[in-house]
């Protein structure tokens, strides 16, 4: 299960385009334009430090895991 799909499950948000850029901080469209690479390292671990500071700590160690064994592919 992809991060965004832990937001999803969770209500915190409805598509894509939203969790671009509401919870990534990057443009609508980034997710799309991602070619389905997932988020890229950088907008992970910026995720993860916003989860943290909100103290929504389980969310935020799922996405530490998901930094932690990032595809080769999609760590750009």
Not at 27 to 52: H, K, M, V
């Amino acid at each position: 299960m992809d991060i965004y799909h832990h937001f999803e499950a969770r209500g915190l948000t409805d598509s894509y385009r939203h969790f671009s850029s509401a919870w990534l901080g990057r443009a609508e469209n980034y997710l799309c334009l991602r070619s389905g690479r997932g988020p890229s390292a950088d907008a992970l671990i910026e995720l993860f430090q916003t989860l943290w500071r909100e103290g929504r700590l389980l969310l935020a160690a799922r996405v530490a895991w998901a930094v932690l064994w990032l595809k080769p592919e999609a760590r750009r």
